[in-house]
């Protein structure tokens, strides 16, 4: 149901710019988040966008940029000025509600890697 893409190999200082394509029978999809998990921590929620506003965490305020094509059911997130210690998996993660269901169901994406590296 999330597709998420993007992310590599991206020097410090560098940029990159993540993608999450949400699919299937949806009639809606609400709130779109970005999570990421670093090795031996636990997952992170970095950023949150909904039809009102976008909430990021401290440690990316500033920095990264979390966006959405609404009509494509589709989440960006463009990373800036990175560090070492952005180095994680990076999870989308959506609230859908599916044709036939009057809930929103929570979906996660298959994860991509980010690692900022010299």
């Known amino acids: 149901q999330l597709q998420a893409s993007g992310g590599g190999l991206v020097q410090p200082g560098g940029s990159a710019r993540l993608s999450c394509a949400a699919s299937?029978?949806?009639?809606?999809?609400?709130?779109m988040r970005w999570y990421r998990q670093a090795p031996g921590k636990s997952r992170e929620l970095v950023a949150t966008?909904?039809?009102?506003?976008?909430t990021y965490a401290g440690s990316v305020k500033d920095r990264f940029t979390i966006s959405r094509a609404n009509a494509k059911n589709t989440m960006f997130l463009q990373m800036t000025s990175l560090k070492p210690e952005d180095t994680a998996v990076y999870y989308c993660n959506a609230d859908i509600r599916e044709i036939g269901s009057v809930y929103y169901r929570e979906f996660w994406g298959q994860g991509t890697q980010v690692t900022v590296s010299s």
């Open positions: 966008i909904t039809a009102e506003s976008t």
């Open positions: 299937g029978s949806i009639v809606r999809v609400n709130a």
